[in-house]
């Protein structure tokens, strides 16, 4: 009799059951994680029902609450907003530059309509549209590295620029005479780079992007970047601006490839990722600040050490700030534990001595202490 209902219950609404069971799992686990100040967590699963439980009543819950507040999607939405606004500026002055404009009154134009043009598309593109602040940050971190992609390889690669090899007859050598400036094809390859990095932006947006996500691969490919322009010159005592300029392109495009790849196994929050690209813009402030003191005459030695410096600086962040996104933002109460036990996982790290203040039971008074965590449990 217990058994009946079951076997003669249609697959298909023993499917929906389940789908409704998961999503209303993952809706509670959502409010908890918010409840524990880990909002972008949170708002990464509500978006997920969205996308895989869009027909649960849990699912109905999410878009109320997003109606009733919502703040969640508002944050994407307006970053995208407005940079889409200052890129429609930049195109306002570079399609004139492109048509080698002659006067004023086409870059007026150009800026005229190219602000709202833009503003006007990012809000259309967001307009009915769940947008998270991560998302966003992979369309707008894509148009800008696109752009600078782009105007980097045409200079790279001379584009607009013709050598011509002279020989006059009483002259003992050849010499080579260069002619036009480029600035038209720079420009061209900056818009087509920028135009690319936003659709490549947008295609990736399509899947759940968090905060801490965008902000680890932004910081990766700038920081591959600036390893890229010290390495030209550490390697090379003679290092040519093409040389250069080619390190930090590819070097840029390295660091931004690698965090993509690992950085969603590191689940780096936004304020660990911050916190970290801080520690080496640390580092690499005291390497310049010896080089003010020692005045090294080697230009390798120059910049070696901001490079070590700051490579040092990194790695010491991401050592110091481990715990932090552990359970609420890394404060006093998250100090590390002798014994952490977190849902049947032992966990066994050195205490953190915190400064605390204790209550005398007999006389009410109160004494400084050091509170040595030995064991936390979190179920």
């Not at 507040?69 to 195109?91: C, D, F, K, S």
């Not at 105007?151 to 006059?168: F, K, V």
């Not at 030209?232 to 965090?259: E, F, K, P, Q, Y």
């Amino acid at each position: 009799m217990l058994l009946s209902p079951a076997l003669l219950a249609r697959p298909a609404d023993a499917a929906a059951q389940t789908r409704a069971d998961s999503a209303a799992v993952l809706l509670a686990t959502a409010t908890r994680l918010a409840n524990e100040g880990r909002e972008e967590v949170s708002e990464a699963l509500l978006d997920f029902i969205l996308q895989r439980f869009g027909d649960t009543a849990a699912a109905e819950r999410v878009r109320e609450m997003r109606r009733a507040a919502p703040a969640a999607g508002r944050a994407g939405r307006t970053e995208l907003q407005v940079w889409g606004t200052t890129y429609g500026a930049w195109i306002g002055v570079a399609v004139p530059t492109i048509a080698d404009a002659n006067g004023p009154e086409p870059y007026g134009v150009g800026l005229l309509l190219g602000a709202p043009t833009g503003f006007l598309a990012a809000r259309a593109y967001s307009r009915g549209r769940s947008i998270t602040e991560g998302q966003a940050r992979a369309i707008t971190f894509g148009g800008t590295w696109g752009t600078w992609q782009g105007a980097g390889w045409a200079a790279l690669l001379d584009l607009g620029i013709e050598t011509q090899e002279i020989c006059p007859p009483e002259a003992p050598s050849c010499f080579e005479v260069e002619s036009g400036d480029g600035v038209q094809e720079r420009f061209a390859a900056a818009v087509a780079g920028g135009l690319a990095g936003i659709v490549t932006g947008a295609l990736l947006s399509r899947k759940p992007i968090s905060a801490g996500l965008a902000t680890t691969v932004n910081f990766g490919a700038l920081w591959g970047a600036w390893i890229g322009l010290a390495l030209a010159i550490v390697t090379d005592d003679d290092a040519s601006g093409d040389r250069v300029l080619g390190w930090t392109l590819v070097g840029g495009n390295a660091g931004l490839l690698t965090t993509a790849i690992a950085a969603p196994g590191w689940g780096y929050s936004r304020n660990r990722a911050r916190l970290i690209s801080v520690a080496g813009l640390i580092g690499g402030l005291a390497g310049a600040g010896i080089d003010l003191i020692v005045q090294p005459d080697d230009e390798q030695l120059g910049f070696g050490i901001p490079l070590v410096t700051s490579v040092a600086g990194l790695g010491l962040g991401a050592w110091a700030t481990r715990s932090f996104d552990a359970g609420g933002g890394g404060d006093g109460r998250d100090a590390e534990a002798l014994i952490d036990v977190r849902s049947q996982d032992w966990r066994f790290g050195v205490p953190t001595p915190l400064p605390t203040a204790l209550r005398d039971p007999r006389t009410g008074r109160l004494h400084a202490a050091l509170h040595l965590p030995i064991l936390r449990a979190r179920f």
